[in-house]
């Protein structure tokens, strides 16, 4: 797991969550074509390298980056992420992690730089601090929220095994596979 739960977990602690932080999802329902082409994958090692760190009222997230190799993965998301927690208070289920990532590039809270692929490779907050904190304007479908980001000062690499859900037990990529 890349978090543990505390008192003083967050600015916003006292907001009951919902612990994830255990998967970055490289595609949500992949065809049965891409299925065949991950499976040859199973059990493999996955690098991701952390970018920042983002949080608001209700979810906390990392930005990260599919470091390169020839099995590497990369995520069918616009902002591949691993999330940490959510309130799970609808709308904020854990696919917010997505919008929370674009609710800050929108508001020109951060700015981007993609990668050959068009995945976020740096990141940086636009007064070029390494942390931010503030208020994420309402979008019709999210209220306005305080939020935070921090840039990751020190690359922290995470390794994690390329697997699909129903085939993971007990920290471990079965890697059968049936259509």
């Avoid at 543990?4 to 998967?23: K, L, M, Q, V, W």
């Avoid at 952390?50 to 009222?57: G, M, Q, T, W």
């Avoid at 906390?60 to 616009?78: E, P, R, T």
């Avoid at 730089?113 to 942390?131: A, F, G, L």
Wanted: a negative charge.
């Amino acid at each position: 797991k890349f978090f543990r739960a505390h008192e003083h977990s967050s600015p916003f602690y006292g907001n009951t969550r919902h612990i994830y932080c255990d998967h970055s999802t490289i595609e949500f329902n992949p065809t049965s074509d891409n299925m065949n082409k991950y499976k040859l994958h199973y059990g493999h090692t996955q690098k991701l390298t952390i970018l920042a760190y983002s949080e608001d009222e209700h979810a906390q997230a990392i930005l990260v980056h599919s470091a390169g190799s020839n099995d590497s993965h990369s995520s069918m998301n616009k902002y591949p992420h691993v999330t940490i927690s959510v309130s799970n208070v609808n709308p904020y289920t854990p696919v917010y992690s997505n919008d929370l990532w674009k609710r800050l590039v929108d508001d020109e809270i951060v700015e981007i730089t993609v990668d050959e692929y068009d995945k976020p490779r740096s990141i940086k907050i636009k007064d070029h601090s390494s942390e931010w904190h503030g208020k994420l304007n309402s979008n019709g479908k999210y209220e306005e929220t305080q939020a935070y980001v921090k840039i990751m000062n020190d690359v922290i690499d995470l390794n994690g095994i390329v697997c699909v859900n129903n085939l993971w037990k007990n920290d471990k990529c079965l890697k059968k596979f049936s259509s």
